[in-house]
């Protein structure tokens, strides 16, 4: 059974939608929701941006690999190897690419809403 507790938000809901200052909350929830979505997807954009230093590090690195000791079978299996991390790489920064526009697209979703009211 519910307390009189739990009803406590249900109240204040009901206060505020008979209130004139339900649209002035409504701003504030929005503009703080929209903000705080805008600081994920810049936050994940600079990482992939950081993992894209490391990827076109490596790549250069393998360049060197390649042209240095095109023959050495260390080189070869090290140069195999790092292309393998490469391509996870490449896949895991376009997954944060996707990630951080979606994040993006939902801030701008809720930022027409709020200024639509």
Not at 24 to 43: C, I, N, P, S
Request: with cysteine.
């Amino acid at each position: 059974m519910a307390t009189n507790n739990e009803f406590v938000n249900l109240e204040q809901l009901r206060i505020l939608a008979n209130s004139d200052m339900l649209k002035d909350h409504l701003f504030v929830y929005f503009d703080l929701k929209t903000q705080r979505e805008v600081q994920l997807a810049t936050e994940i954009n600079n990482l992939t941006r950081q993992l894209f230093d490391i990827i076109d590090e490596r790549r250069l690195f393998i360049g060197e690999l390649e042209q240095r000791l095109p023959k050495n079978v260390m080189a070869y299996k090290t140069r195999q190897e790092l292309k393998c991390h490469q391509k996870d790489d490449m896949i895991r920064a376009m997954d944060m690419r996707s990630t951080a526009l979606q994040f993006h697209n939902q801030a701008m979703k809720g930022f027409h809403f709020y200024k639509s009211l």
